[in-house]
T-cell receptor
Framework: EAQVTQNPRYLITVTGKKLTVTCSQNMNHEYMSWYRQDPGLGLRQIYYSMNVEVTDKGDVPEGYKVSRKEKRNFPLILESPSPNQTSLYFC?????????????FGNGTRLTVT | AQSVSQHNHHVILSEAASLELGCNYSYGGTVNLFWYVQYPGQHLQLLLKYFSGDPLVKGIKGFEAEFIKSKFSFNLRKPSVQWSDTAEYFCAVNALWRGSTLGRLYFGRGTQLTVWP
């Protein structure tokens, strides 16, 4: 089954404790991206990647890191989480296909930083 | 940066009422346009998309949208809503440059639709 898998689904952590949210897709998509969803703000792009070893900043990259060492994986790293990073995070992937392909979303990771 | 505006934050309708959700974007070049739906507790799913051709596109579950280039709009419509359409709806725009994606997909802030049975 074609899917984007994020782990964990829920995560509660404390300020400053490094964490990684994993994302993996099995559709051989070139494009992967991370979004955060906050009430009233919709989805905001954190980072995206158009291929292996190619990553770029979205609208809200501060406090986050990503890497794309393999095509299927695109982990999101919070080196020193802060309470303002409490949010619902979605990973997504798609074919590049001139931007016409829709995004396939993971099920989300709800992060709480205390 | 490009922007996507969804004018209605929360829409409340009775079943069988007609729906129109507004979406406007700011990019002046070629765009691909999408509407996504998010049911409570779930991830976003594609409702419909436009990338070329007929500006009136049909999606799943009886939804359709019309791309009006001169108005930079991509409004979502449904003639008769059902209780099961209760969800949050997001408009998204992908800006193209010389035919290739810029890699940035911009989302509106979403419209919460509540349908009363």
């Amino acid at each position: 089954e074609a899917q984007v898998t994020q782990n964990p689904r829920y995560l509660i952590t404390v300020t400053g404790k490094k964490l990684t949210v994993t994302c993996s897709q099995n559709m051989n998509h070139e494009y992967m991206s991370w979004y955060r969803q906050d009430p009233g703000l919709g989805l905001r792009q954190i980072y995206y990647s158009m291929n292996v070893e190619v990553t770029d900043k979205g609208d809200v990259p501060e406090g986050y890191k990503v890497s794309r060492k393999e095509k299927r994986n695109f982990p999101l790293i919070l080196e020193s989480p802060s309470p303002n990073q409490t949010s619902l995070y979605f990973c997504a992937s798609s074919d590049l296909d001139r931007g016409a392909s829709p995004l396939h979303f993971g099920n989300g990771t709800r992060l709480t930083v205390t | 940066a490009q922007s996507v505006s969804q004018h209605n934050h929360h829409v409340i309708l009775s079943e069988a009422a007609s729906l129109e959700l507004g979406c406007n974007y700011s990019y002046g070049g070629t765009v691909n346009l999408f509407w996504y739906v998010q049911y409570p507790g779930q991830h976003l799913q594609l409702l419909l998309k436009y990338f070329s051709g007929d500006p009136l596109v049909k999606g799943i579950k009886g939804f359709e949208a019309e791309f009006i280039k001169s108005k930079f709009s991509f409004n979502l419509r449904k003639p008769s809503v059902q209780w099961s359409d209760t969800a949050e709806y997001f408009c998204a725009v992908n800006a193209l440059w010389r035919g290739s994606t810029l890699g940035r997909l911009y989302f509106g802030r979403g419209t919460q639709l509540t349908v009363w049975p």
